[in-house]
């Protein structure tokens, strides 16, 4: 039924595409599928590099025998252990009794831990090489892209790169696995949000990984996720991209991000974001956080430098969704931003310490003190929701890097 897909000499892809899951990890909307990428690697020696989630195994079978046949694989390399990918390990140990797993000692407490694998296990350290005839595979170590065991496998003589999740994106393959046979430009939002949901927690070892493989001429770029890179500019590009997310840079736009119970706070959001579209401002996205899913709040974080974030007073503490999303912003460790807050209280403000708080630990250029309204609206409130909006637009339109720590008062 299955044709065999061949990406790179001798490399053929036998992932699987998932339309049906809603949630990726339980969490995650996934509103145009995601893909589980593998690979085989055929020499006189066959290699098969990572599996795909439990539920695709038999389709990933049947994917493999369309390349091989009958014929037995003789590894299996495990770059990455999180179940969507190591899934299907009991499977394709249990078609193929012979095969030797590939990995290094977290992979192994893992293999050990998740499926009660303990033979056939072939212990291997950064760097070291495994050769399949003409062709060899060489691994990298990259623990915490995504997970401590995490690591990457190149083949020197294809200049192909199986880089586990990094550089992978949500959005099954709809039709086309390369680049070449899709719309690339399709998956960069996807690519940005599954960055910032799924790995933003660990810029600092992904730059080191990729200052770690900067010296490796890549052809092809095959993550676990998402289309199969092979053109120049586009490899460029998607690196290009994980170096800007994982150091926290930002594009130049603006996001508010809201709680309201009964429109006032909103009222000043929209004020402020009036204020900057007036002020040149093009790039400006809002979300409510009682309608918007903090999976696409957080990827417009990742994208844009201006971060401006508004809460009602709630039982003297933030409204609870503003508290949770500045949870998940705090736990991916998020910097360098230009930042503004606002507020609104009854009887007793209890915003505006807070959002402070959560400026200061995150060391954000901080453009003015929080606009906090009581109650309703009065001029002089909106004055100052209008003073911010202008001053967050001139200080993104002006180019100017954020200076971290620093509080300059807009008003
Ligand atoms: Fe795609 Fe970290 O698993």
């Not at 586009?234 to 009964?262: C, F, K, P, T, W």
């Not at 915003?351 to 003190?369: C, D, G, P, Y």
Request: charged share 20%.
């Amino acid at each position: 039924m299955y044709k065999p897909l061949e990406i790179a000499k001798d490399v053929f892809y036998v992932g699987v595409n998932d339309r049906s899951k809603h949630l990726f990890e339980n969490m995650w909307p996934l509103p145009y599928g995601v893909s589980y990428n593998s690979y085989l690697v055929t020499d006189e020696k066959t290699a098969l590099i990572d599996t795909v989630d439990i539920c695709y195994s038999e389709i990933f079978f049947h994917k493999i025998q369309s390349v091989l046949g009958d014929k037995p694989i003789d590894y299996l390399v495990v770059n990455h252990m999180e179940p969507d990918h190591s899934g299907s390990i009991a499977w394709i140990v249990s078609k193929y009794p012979g095969i030797q797993i590939i990995g290094n000692k977290r992979t192994a407490d893992m293999l050990k831990g998740y499926y009660g694998i303990t033979r056939n296990i072939v212990l291997i350290q950064d760097l070291e090489e495994l050769s399949l005839g003409s062709t060899t595979l060489q691994f990298h170590m990259t623990p915490m892209v995504h997970w401590p065991e995490t690591m990457m496998t190149y083949v020197p003589e294809r200049k192909t790169l199986f880089s586990a999740d990094a550089f992978g994106a949500f959005g099954a393959l709809d039709g086309g696995v390369l680049d070449t046979q899709l719309t690339p430009g399709r998956y960069r939002d996807e690519m940005i949000r599954y960055y910032s949901n799924i790995v933003g927690k660990f810029g600092s070892p992904v730059q080191t990984a990729l200052k770690k493989l900067s010296g490796l001429e890549i052809g092809v770029l095959c993550s676990t996720h998402g289309p199969v890179w092979t053109q120049k500019e586009n490899i460029a590009d998607v690196i290009a991209l994980y170096d800007q997310l994982s150091r926290y840079e930002a594009g130049n736009g603006l996001v508010i991000i809201y709680g309201s119970m009964y429109g006032n706070t909103e009222q000043l959001a929209e004020i402020i974001a009036s204020e900057a579209a007036e002020n040149g401002l093009k790039e400006i996205m809002m979300h409510n956080v009682s309608k918007s899913h903090e999976s696409d709040i957080i990827r417009d974080v990742f994208k844009y430098k201006g971060l401006i974030i508004g809460s009602p007073t709630y039982n003297n503490k933030l409204y609870p969704g503003v508290e949770n999303l500045l949870s998940a912003l705090q736990s991916r460790y998020l910097k360098n931003r230009f930042f503004g807050s606002f507020g609104s209280f009854t009887w007793a403000d209890a915003t505006a310490k807070q959002l402070a708080a959560f400026a200061e630990e995150s060391e954000f250029e901080i453009l003015a003190e929080p606009v906090i309204m009581k109650q309703a609206m009065l001029r002089e409130t909106e004055e100052k929701a209008r003073g911010l909006g202008q001053c967050m637009a001139r200080k993104i339109l002006s180019g100017a890097e954020v200076v971290p720590n620093h509080t300059a008062n807009c008003h």
